[in-house]
Nanobody, 126 residues
Framework: VQLQAFGGGLVQPGGSLRLSCTAFGFTLDDYVVGWFRQAPGKEREGVSCTRSSVGLPYYADSVKGRFTIFRDNAKTTVFLQMNSLKPEDTAVYSC????????????????????WGQGTQVTVSS
């Protein structure tokens, strides 16, 4: 079981990036997938999370309206489309999976996730 995050890079403020979280050796359709980020000197924070059943994904208040999480049809990749990026979005972004549905109060907790992928650096700077 392996997860890997891809797609980070350097982008100017107002720009866009699309991150990918790809599963190797399993499919993601039975898992909830969360995106987290950690900036230097700060704690890891939840950015977004898929839902295992019908329902809208969760988003942190700081990214609502700018970020979108969605799955591919092959069910091996979950994407995080990031638009209108700001310097404060600069961080290492990681993805993780949970085998169970998560409530709105529990999804941001790193303890709810079992498998973690290696992160990818996102830098927003002019």
């Amino acid at each position: 079981v392996q997860l890997q995050a891809f797609g980070g890079g350097l982008v100017q403020p107002g720009g866009s990036l699309r991150l990918s979280c790809t599963a190797f050796g399993f499919t993601l359709d039975d898992y909830v997938v969360g995106w987290f980020r950690q900036a230097p000197g700060k704690e890891r924070e939840g950015v977004s999370c898929t839902r295992s059943s019908v329902g809208l994904p969760y988003y942190a208040d700081s990214v609502k309206g700018r970020f979108t999480i969605f799955r591919d049809n092959a069910k091996t990749t979950v994407f995080l489309q990031m638009n209108s990026l700001k310097p404060e979005d600069t961080a290492v972004y990681s993805c993780a999976t949970s085998p169970r549905s998560l409530s709105s109060s529990r999804w941001p907790s790193t303890r709810e996730y079992r498998y973690w992928g290696q992160g990818t650096q996102v830098t927003v700077s002019s």
